[in-house]
């Protein structure tokens, strides 16, 4: 059973990751004791654990704010990424099976309903769905949950470009329905070649998101 502590922490860890708090954003225990509905004992321990994650820091005589994305952690995370993902989905590039390329594809119509429907929260959903499905197929869940524990800059960063107009939500779409076509031919270098180029999209749009929310990023080079 979920302690009181760490409901309290994935409370206000879900609301940083999904943006709900901005980066940068000043935040309190008081204003989290409201909004949760718990004491300020498994608040403030809640919100110690954060600043160990480097996911909240303090400043002496200011308060405590949401820390910002750091690029630099965002962008070896993406290297990591693609490295690992694009030679995983290549593994089973030859090997899945209808069920499984049936799921994939369930998956990026849902992201696409979302995308109509401008539901921008369950579309990363299922973007993140879509590639967690990838790992599973090849039993490499460890791995995808290894990946998550180091890309907690990268997935903020990941939301924003979501949430950036001027990059099209489609692109992704379209493009996890050719590493679907790929699985479905058991093309296994195609497999590799799309989700490594997929993977890519971070430096190609960086300095759109960059100049959308440019009070949102640390360690910019």
Do not use: C
């Amino acid at each position: 059973m979920e302690s009181l502590q760490d409901k309290t922490y994935n409370a206000i860890y879900s609301k940083i990751m999904n943006l709900d708090l901005y980066p940068g954003q000043q935040v309190s225990d008081k204003q989290f004791e409201e909004e949760i509905g718990v004491s300020r004992t498994p608040v403030r321990e809640a919100m110690l654990r954060l600043r160990r994650d480097d996911m909240l820091y303090s400043l002496p005589q200011s308060g405590t704010y949401v820390t910002r994305i750091d690029l630099k952690k965002s962008l070896d995370a993406r290297y990591a990424r693609q490295l690992l993902e694009s030679d995983i989905a290549q593994s089973i590039g030859t090997s899945l099976t209808n069920d499984q390329v049936n799921t994939l594809t369930d998956v990026v119509d849902e992201q696409t309903t979302a995308s109509e429907k401008d539901q921008i929260k369950r579309f990363f959903q299922m973007d993140n769905q879509f590639h967690q499905k990838i790992y599973e197929f090849a039993d490499k869940q460890n791995i995808w949950d290894w990946l998550l524990s180091l890309s907690t800059d990268l997935n903020r960063y990941r939301l924003l470009r979501v949430y950036d107009a001027n990059l099209p939500m489609d692109r992704l779409t379209n493009e996890h329905r050719e590493i679907i076509k790929a699985f479905a031919d058991h093309d296994a270098d195609k497999v590799h070649q799309l989700v490594y180029s997929h993977l890519n999209l971070m430096l190609s749009e960086q300095q759109s998101v960059l100049d959308k929310f440019p009070d949102y990023f640390t360690n910019i080079k």
